[in-house]
C-alpha cells in the first residue's frame, strides 16, 4: 500500500483483498485509516498490529514486509577494500526520524578516529558500493520492524548494527553469531571493539552473508501465505461482507493517497471530484480535496500549482469556516501567490477557530 494509490474498482472485485500495509506511521492519516477497514487481511510490522487492534482494526497480522530484493541477494559482494569503517544510509528528516537522529549524532562523533559516513536519497548501485566498501553499517528500524537495511547488509558482507529492543531481528538473528545488537549504553564500546578487532567482524559479517537469502521477499511470502491459508474460511467470510463509503468517503480516500504516493495514479480522480462538486457545492472536504488534487497535478509545488489549487481550497473554507485544515491550505497558497497580508488574515481566522476548540 504504502505510497501508492489503489484503484478504486478493486474494493469491488469478487474476491478477498489482502493488504502489505507498511509505513503505517506516517501514512496512518493519509489513507490507512479508512482504507485498512476495506482489505480482508492485512500484513504490516509486530507494532502495527498493536496499533491497528486499538483503532478496531481486528484482521491484521504480522509479517516481515521489506525482505531482500533480488538486485542485493544476487549481487556478489565487490572485491574492493572496505574503506568506510561505518555507514548510515536513510532519512534524516526529524518530523520522520526524530528518535533516530540523536543516535547518529553518536555515530557521527566517532569520525574523529574512523571514517563514518552518514548519507541520505542513495540508491542503486551507489548504494550497493557503498555497502560493499563498508565494514560496519548501523541499522534502527522506526517501528522496531525489519527494515529493507537488514537484509541488504547482510548480502553485502558488513556487519550488521541492530537496536537490541527491535521486535522482528532477534526472532531470526542471532546476537555476537550474525549481527550485534546494540543498546544505549554499549553502542560506542561495541562499535569500538569490532572496529578494533577485525578477524571477529569479519567471521560475524560472513555468517550473517551465507544466511542473507533466507531472508528475501519471497521467503517471507511464504510464511504469510501460511497464515492466508490458515485463515481462509475467515478471510472469504470477511470478502463476502466487505463494507462500503459513501461516494463522498470514496473520493476523500482517493484523494488523501496522492498526496504521499511516488507511484502510480489515478487519472480519473480530478473529473470525478469535480462531477461530485458540481452537485455538492456544500461540501467542505472535497472542495480542500479537490485542491490537492490540483496541487499535485502539477509538477511541483509552486507558484502555478498555487494559482491552480488556491480557489478550491477558498470554497473549502466559504463552505465550513471550522476546517482549519481548508484554511491553513490557503494561508500556504496565499503565501505562494505572494499575498502576503492576506495569508496573515487568513491565518488569524484559522488560530481564532483552534482557540475555540475544546482542550483534549
Known amino acids: 500500500m504504502q505510497y501508492r494509490t489503489i484503484p478504486p474498482w478493486i474494493w469491488s472485485a469478487p474476491i478477498p483483498i489482502i493488504a502489505l500495509a507498511g509505513d503505517w506511521n506516517l501514512l496512518w492519516q493519509a489513507s490507512y485509516r479508512r482504507q485498512l477497514q476495506l482489505f480482508d487481511l492485512v500484513f504490516t510490522d509486530a507494532l502495527g498490529v498493536e496499533v491497528m487492534a486499538r483503532e478496531g482494526i481486528q484482521h491484521a497480522r504480522a509479517g516481515i514486509l521489506f525482505g531482500g530484493e533480488r538486485a542485493f541477494l544476487e549481487a556478489l559482494p565487490s572485491a574492493v577494500a572496505r574503506d568506510i569503517d561505518i555507514l548510515f544510509v536513510g532519512n534524516f528528516h526529524p518530523a520522520v526520524q526524530r528518535e533516530r537522529l540523536p543516535w547518529l549524532s553518536r555515530v557521527a562523533a566517532l569520525g574523529e578516529r574512523w571514517k563514518v559516513v552518514l548519507a541520505t536519497n542513495v540508491h542503486g548501485d551507489a548504494y550497493r558500493q557503498l555497502l560493499a566498501r563498508t565494514r560496519i553499517v548501523f541499522n534502527r528500524g522506526i517501528r522496531g520492524e525489519w527494515n529493507l537495511r537488514v537484509t541488504e547488509t547482510l548480502a553485502a558482507g558488513a556487519l550488521l548494527f541492530q537496536e537490541a529492543d527491535n521486535r522482528e531481528v532477534p526472532s531470526y538473528l542471532q546476537d555476537r553469531r550474525e549481527c550485534v545488537y546494540y543498546t544505549s549504553d554499549n553502542l560506542e564500546a561495541l562499535l569500538q571493539h569490532y572496529l578494533d578487532h577485525e578477524d571477529e567482524r569479519v567471521t560475524i559479517a560472513d555468517a550473517g552473508r551465507r544466511r542473507a537469502f533466507e531472508f528475501a521477499f519471497g521467503k517471507f511470502w511464504h510464511q504469510h501465505l501460511g497464515i492466508i491459508e490458515q485463515e481462509w474460511h475467515a478471510i472469504t467470510a470477511r470478502a463476502a461482507q466487505r463494507p462500503t463509503f459513501s461516494a463522498a468517503d470514496q473520493l476523500r480516500m482517493r484523494a488523501a493517497q496522492i498526496f504521499p504516493a511516488t507511484v502510480q495514479a489515478d487519472p480519473s480522480l480530478l473529473r470525478d471530484l469535480e462531477a461530485f462538486l458540481s452537485e455538492h457545492s456544500d461540501h467542505s472536504a472535497l472542495h480542500n480535496a479537490h485542491g490537492y488534487a490540483l496541487a499535485m497535478s502539477q509538477p511541483q509545488q509552486s507558484s502555478t500549482a498555487a494559482a491552480k ?52
Open 309 to 360: 489549487s488556491f480557489p478550491a481550497f477558498q470554497k473549502a473554507w466559504d463552505a465550513d469556516a471550522r476546517n482549519v485544515l481548508a484554511g491553513l491550505n490557503v494561508v500556504e497558497t496565499l503565501l505562494d501567490l505572494g499575498r502576503r497580508q492576506e495569508a496573515i488574515e487568513q491565518a488569524q481566522k484559522s488560530l481564532a477557530v483552534l482557540q475555540e476548540l475544546p482542550e483534549q
